[in-house]
T-cell receptor
Framework: NAGVTQTPKFQVLKTGQSMTLQCAQD?????MSWYRQDPGMGLRLIHY???????DQGEVPNGYNVSRSTTEDFPLRLLSAAPSQTSVYFC???????????FGQGTRLTVV | DQQVKQNSPSLSVQEGRISILNCDYT??????FLWYKKYPAEGPTFLIS?????DKNEDGRFTVFLNKSAKHLSLHIVPSQPGDSAVYFC?????????FGTGTRLQVFP
């Protein structure tokens, strides 16, 4: 029972570097989303997708890109990392936007 | 602008007593509300939800109350147990966007 799998679990980047955070789910969920968690800010929605080929912006999309070529995968790309992107990132999936979402274990990203 | 607010960053309750966690929202278009629980170094896990057409939903020790006119929901945990110690997030759904609050850290002490 894999559920939602995020890789890597930890990552340190230098300012200006790019990277992709991977997210995969095996529950055949149509809806997937990315959040970042920062102290005192809760979980903020970065981008979300309601199905393969469809993505949309959340509350804090700047500096991030997403694509959804398959139902299973929803990678998050940081184009040019900045210290302000230091955070814990969570990927989630659900059957619909207003149903129980299943979260991955998170990726702790530090940008120096 | 925070659409979902949890104004109490922390709450401390004695084991066996009631824990009440509060959440306020500003967007009247939200039609579904959820509570999640999060332990350190883990992803959030779903706890309980409520549709905007209801004002109460129970699941075992957990009850969620919704007051639409006040744009307020609350989570009651009775009786509280030490294993309930975690961060609790409320979340609200508008079309396909699930928006979370800032979280309340609950500590249940013996």
């Amino acid at each position: 029972n894999a559920g939602v799998t995020q890789t890597p679990k930890f990552q340190v980047l230098k300012t200006g570097q790019s990277m992709t955070l991977q997210c995969a789910q095996d529950m055949n969920h149509e809806y997937m989303s990315w959040y970042r968690q920062d102290p005192g800010m809760g979980l903020r929605l970065i981008h979300y997708s309601v199905g393969a080929g469809i993505t949309d912006q959340g509350e804090v999309p700047n500096g991030y890109n997403v694509s959804r070529s398959t139902t299973e995968d929803f990678p998050l790309r940081l184009l040019s990392a900045a210290p302000s992107q230091t955070s814990v990132y969570f990927c989630a999936s659900s059957t619909q936007g207003n149903t129980e979402a299943f979260f991955g274990q998170g990726t702790r990203l530090t940008v120096v | 602008d925070q659409q979902v607010k949890q104004n109490s960053p922390s709450l401390s309750v004695q084991e066996g007593r009631i824990s009440i966690l509060n959440c306020d929202y500003t967007n009247s278009m939200f039609d579904y509300f959820l509570w999640y629980k999060k332990y350190p170094a883990e992803g959030p896990t779903f706890l309980i939800s409520i549709s905007s057409i209801k004002d109460k939903n129970e699941d075992g020790r957990f009850t969620v109350f919704l007051n639409k006119s006040a744009k307020h929901l609350s989570l009651h945990i009775v009786p509280s147990q030490p294993g309930d110690s975690a961060v609790y997030f409320c979340a609200a759904c508008n079309t396909d966007k699930l928006i979370f609050g800032t979280g309340t850290r609950l500590q249940v002490f013996p």
